[in-house]
């Protein structure tokens, strides 16, 4: 009679939940959710065992990943695979660029050894090979820009052929840099040889 009702509403609650608990789950009823392939567990424990648990090892984790990266960068821009190479690399409209660019031979490629040689004519102390040095400077430079605007042309022609449907965006003037550099200091390494139609 003088009992306290808490205690009364209390034990039916609690007589229930370990009533439900102790109920089995029907074999053939949905647990709500697939059940994950024997890798997928694997690899899931082997990331969250492997996780950093400090701020040092995640550092140290973040230089490592950063390193391994760039180091497949590097041998993709030697071997030319396309998975690892730079954003502004990848893709088949570059590499055709590329391709196109390295089959040929350009003028702009050989501006270096010939300002060497042009340098080494005009500190010559001689009026007449100093006049041949700076006619020669014109002449190279006329020629380089002749070379640029006829294949940047022909490049964006035969780009639109190729690739009529991609984007086409900023292939040329990649190419034509390309064209600037010496062939044996190009990056990614030539795939092609001189003459080899890509």
């Known amino acids: 009679m003088f009992r306290s009702r808490a205690k009364e509403e209390k034990a039916p609650a609690d007589k229930a939940a370990v009533t439900d608990s102790k109920q089995t789950r029907d074999p053939q009823a949905p647990k709500g959710r697939p059940t994950p392939k024997r890798s997928e567990a694997q690899t899931q424990r082997r990331s969250v ?11 140290k984790r973040q230089r490592e990943d950063r390193r391994a990266a760039m180091e497949r960068q590097r041998q993709a821009l030697a071997t030319g695979d396309e998975r690892y ?33 042009i340098l080494v004519m005009s500190v010559v102390n ?8 700076l006619l020669l ?11 640029a ?3 940047g042309i022909r490049l964006r022609k035969r ?22 550099q010496m062939r044996r200091l190009r990056l990614p390494k030539p795939q ?3 003459g080899e139609r890509p």
């Not at 690399?89 to 010939?114: I, M, T």
């Open 85 to 117: 190479l730079p954003a502004r690399d990848k893709g088949p409209v570059r590499k055709f660029a590329r391709d196109w660019v390295d089959s040929r031979f350009n003028v702009a490629e050989f501006f270096l050894p010939l300002a060497v040689i």
């Open 49 to 59: 065992a492997s996780t950093p648990t400090n701020r040092k090892d995640a550092a």
């Open 192 to 194: 092609v040889k001189r």
């Open 126 to 133: 001689n009026a007449a090979i100093k006049n041949i040095a």
């Open 137 to 147: 400077w014109l002449v190279v430079i006329v020629l380089i820009v002749l070379d």
């Open 159 to 180: 780009l639109t052929e190729r690739f009529p449907d991609q984007n086409r965006k900023g292939a040329v003037a990649y190419g034509l840099m390309r064209s600037l």
């Open 149 to 151: 605007a006829v294949s």
